[in-house]
């Protein structure tokens, strides 16, 4: 599966549960580390959780397992490693906070449609 076809369906997941604000940075050109990151939000830690939930449950069974899993229990941002894909899903509050968009400004924000 390639980055973008897995990048989709992360997408598709975490929609499915109602994610906010979901945003897509190519960050290909601009580090080794992955292709895409995928940044979205929630209302609560439950539909936070259930985001993260969502995006293993259909990105495991399309073969690609996470590599690794952080910040589930506290779920005020998760962040997980799909190797080429790396998905956070925050609280309101703290995607404010850390502002990832700004930190990751040389990436290049592109629309679900024309991924």
Not at 76 to 96: G, Y
Request: with cysteine; aromatic share 8%.
């Amino acid at each position: 599966m390639t980055a973008k076809e897995m990048a989709k369906l992360a997408i598709n997941a975490l929609e499915d549960k109602k994610a906010e604000d979901v945003t897509i940075i190519d960050i290909s050109h601009i580090s080794t580390i992955a292709d895409y990151f995928i940044i979205a939000n929630g209302t609560n830690k439950s539909q936070v959780q259930a985001m993260a939930d969502n995006v293993s449950e259909k990105l495991g069974k399309a073969g690609c397992p996470e590599k690794q899993v952080e910040g589930y229990q506290n779920a005020n941002w998760i962040l997980m490693d799909f190797q080429d894909v790396i998905i956070h899903i925050f609280d309101k509050e703290n995607r404010l906070f850390y502002d990832l968009e700004r930190i990751w400004r040389d990436g290049v924000v592109i629309e679900k449609e024309n991924l």
